[in-house]
């Protein structure tokens, strides 16, 4: 009876281990599938405007709009600046940005819906996040843009951080003045691609909507907002 005692702690210690481990190889294994995808993926004339407005911020010192055409959202740049101070591959340097973008996306998923499903049953939530990544990886916008040197897997990311943190904040899983982050990141994302513009006022309906007294509601609205503006004043 004693043994028993001992071993159950042990045996589900070793039964969370193992969970744990599938989980972060299923995640290591996505990472790899996206890295060999992203350099497969054959020449894009649209990706030297992203890498040649770091490579002018980073070697001239010359900023977009003002010296040279540049046709996105500028929060990008800075980032591929410094990917052109590191390494001399500039468009090595690029993809692999991109790359870092989706794989910490996908590990954003994984980690929501474990997160999600867990106090049900740790099975099942390994099996949710390993269905939900395959999806990810599987989806044909992320087949067509993931570790192309564009805008598109930064912004990605920065989008799915403010709905993930929003839904905390929905949820009481954490604070109103959260709300911040969640309006300081999709002001990030809008000021990568301008598309992401569109999740600044759906996430702003959402805050003023939450249950809350009606005071409370236009406040966590006003806590979004400063995100928003905070990121859209730099």
Not at 24 to 38: N, P, Q
Not at 91 to 118: D, H, K, N, T, Y
Not at 158 to 185: C, K, P
Not at 191 to 220: F, T
Request: charged share 10%; with cysteine.
């Amino acid at each position: 009876m004693t043994t028993a005692l001992h071993a159950s702690p042990k045996a589900a210690r070793r039964s969370r281990a193992g969970v744990a481990l599938g989980v972060t190889l299923a995640w290591a294994f996505i990472g790899a599938v996206l890295f060999a995808r992203a350099m497969a993926q054959p020449f894009s004339h649209d990706e030297h405007q992203f890498i040649a407005a770091g490579w002018w911020l980073a070697k001239a010192g010359l900023l977009p709009y003002r010296d040279f055409p540049y046709h996105h959202m500028p929060y990008q740049i800075p980032i591929n600046a410094l990917a052109v101070q590191l390494s001399p591959y500039v468009l090595l340097s690029g993809r692999v940005i991109s790359w870092l973008a989706a794989w910490i996306a996908s590990g954003l998923l994984v980690a929501a819906v474990w997160a999600e499903f867990r106090q049900r049953s740790r099975r099942l939530a390994a099996a949710a996040a390993g269905a939900v990544a395959l999806a990810f990886v599987s989806q044909p916008i992320v087949v067509f843009t993931t570790g192309q040197a564009w805008n598109h897997d930064g912004a990605s990311l920065l989008a799915l951080a403010a709905v993930i943190v929003q839904l905390r904040v929905i949820d009481g899983r954490a604070s109103a003045r959260w709300g911040t982050v969640v309006g300081l990141l999709a002001g990030l994302a809008a000021g990568v691609r301008l598309s992401y513009a569109v999740l600044c006022p759906l996430l702003l309906v959402s805050a003023a909507a939450m249950p809350a007294a009606r005071s409370d509601r236009w406040k966590n609205a006003a806590w979004v907002l400063l995100g928003i503006f905070i990121a859209g004043s730099r």
